[in-house]
């Protein structure tokens, strides 16, 4: 693991081909100690590209597997993690085997494997679309103090913010990025449809310099001291309108109101500090 230190290639196991292991290959391709091979069941059309655009080794068969490489990236999905730790056991490997998972334990690798770790980088990854990556924060946990060194290092290759993290603090932070991400665009997609069909389909757009500016005002500000809007102020007259117009839309007239609600507690709370 001190390979990192030399110029001596660094061998790179990459299992999956979805979208992290997009971006991990992307960026690692930079770097020319690294030496990139993914091992994917079948040889995708999105695979294919990635074989094109960077020139990297792609296997499909299991038993082609270099038992020498120094990092075993497991970029599967979430279910698939322990049986491929498992597999990579019988391989007798003194490699470290890493995974990018926020909601798997490290026990879940680090029972079959020992020389175990944890990469989280906390971002949505979408296949081809690129990330500036050293904005990108991202969370490691391992095994063992020698993995841990290695880790933090390795990632900072990757990210200008690296933070040691344990599972289940780990977990937490998913569900928060969840809840400020996955939620949050769950209710664009709702404002989407609702234009479509109460004003035009291109009235969204309208909405979109509002969304730019309340993600970038949680940079500098508090977002329950940010807080707008007819909850926020205790205007029920525009609520009452609002629910009105939602008559049609019954799942989005609970969502409001339970979210109304959630505000003006948050309120409440938030006048009492």
């Known amino acids: 693991l001190m390979a990192l230190k030399k110029n001596i290639k660094i061998k790179v196991l990459i299992i999956g081909g979805g979208n992290i292991a997009w971006h991990l290959?992307?960026?690692?391709?930079?770097?020319?100690?690294?030496?990139?091979?993914?091992?994917?069941?079948?040889?995708?059309?999105?695979?294919?590209?990635?074989?094109?655009?960077?020139?990297?080794?792609?296997?499909?068969?299991?038993?082609?597997?270099?038992?020498?490489?120094?990092?075993?990236?497991?970029?599967?999905?979430?279910?698939?993690?322990?049986?491929?730790?498992?597999?990579i056991k019988k391989l007798k490997t003194i490699g470290l085997v890493i995974h990018t998972s926020g909601t798997i334990p490290l026990k879940d690798i680090a029972k079959p494997t020992k020389n175990a770790g944890e990469f989280y980088p906390?971002?949505?990854?979408?296949?081809?679309?690129?990330?500036?990556?050293?904005?990108?924060?991202v969370f490691i946990e391992a095994s063992n103090p020698k993995a841990v060194n290695f880790l933090n290092s390795f990632a900072k290759i990757f990210s200008n913010t690296v933070v040691k993290l344990n599972s289940a603090q780990r977990l937490k932070l998913?569900?928060?990025?969840?809840?400020?991400?996955?939620?949050?665009?769950?209710?664009?997609?709702?404002?989407?449809?609702?234009?479509?069909?109460?004003?035009?389909?291109?009235?969204?757009?309208?909405?979109?310099?509002?969304?730019?500016?309340?993600?970038?005002?949680?940079?500098?500000?508090?977002p329950v001291k940010a807080q707008t809007g007819p909850a926020?102020?205790?205007?029920?007259?525009?609520?009452?309108?609002?629910?009105?117009l939602l008559k049609k839309y019954p799942d989005l007239k609970k969502i409001y109101k339970s979210v109304s609600k959630l505000i003006e507690k948050q309120q409440k709370n938030n006048a009492k500090l």
């Open 232 to 244: 926020a102020r205790g205007d029920k007259k525009t609520q009452k309108k609002h629910l009105q």
């Open 174 to 222: 998913h569900l928060a990025a969840v809840i400020a991400g996955n939620f949050s665009n769950a209710m664009y997609s709702a404002a989407y449809n609702f234009t479509a069909k109460e004003i035009g389909k291109d009235y969204f757009t309208y909405l979109i310099p509002l969304i730019v500016k309340t993600a970038k005002k949680t940079r500098s500000v508090n």
């Open 122 to 137: 906390l971002q949505k990854f979408t296949f081809v679309q690129s990330v500036y990556w050293p904005d990108i924060p």
């Open 25 to 87: 290959v992307s960026h690692l391709s930079f770097f020319k100690r690294f030496e990139i091979t993914i091992y994917n069941r079948t040889l995708s059309p999105k695979l294919k590209q990635l074989q094109k655009e960077f020139k990297i080794a792609i296997i499909t068969d299991w038993k082609k597997i270099d038992t020498e490489s120094a990092l075993f990236f497991i970029c599967t999905s979430d279910s698939a993690i322990s049986g491929i730790a498992s597999k």
